[in-house]
Nanobody, 121 residues
Framework: QVQLVESGGGLVQAGGSLSVSCAAS????????MGWYRQAPGKQRELVAV???????NSADSVKGRFTISRENGKNTVYLQMNSLKPEDTAVYYC???????????????WGQGTPVTVSS
């Protein structure tokens, strides 16, 4: 079993900054991509940013230049630094990782429980 535990998030005023982190634990042989998705009330879950094991990143156009994703492979942890936050960034942010638990197994998608981020205007 693999668990993703998120921390951070909360309430911030527009223009402010927040960071969230996510640590993977359990039976882990290797982790491929890690990233963040978000889901606002009444909307579908959408990609925020993803980072490969080699550090290659991809992010949604709506957060480019404001959000930065990073990871520490040795700690199985991914981070999301969010700057210049806008009310439309309000959502539950979910951590995501593709994990291989044993050497010859396939990678499996694992999700965190979600952490709320609220940006007030």
């Amino acid at each position: 079993q693999v668990q993703l535990v998120e921390s951070g998030g909360g309430l911030v005023q527009a223009g402010g900054s927040l960071s969230v982190s996510c640590a993977a634990s359990g039976l882990i042989f290797s982790i491929n991509d890690m990233g963040w998705y978000r889901q606002a009330p009444g909307k579908q879950r959408e990609l925020v940013a993803v980072i490969s094991i080699g550090g290659v990143t991809n992010s949604a156009d709506s957060v480019k230049g404001r959000f930065t994703i990073s990871r520490e492979n040795g700690k199985n942890t991914v981070y999301l630094q969010m700057n210049s936050l806008k009310p439309e960034d309000t959502a539950v942010y979910y951590c995501y990782a593709r994990v291989r638990s044993r050497r010859y197994e396939n990678f499996v998608a694992v999700w965190g429980q979600g952490t709320p981020v609220t940006v007030s205007s």
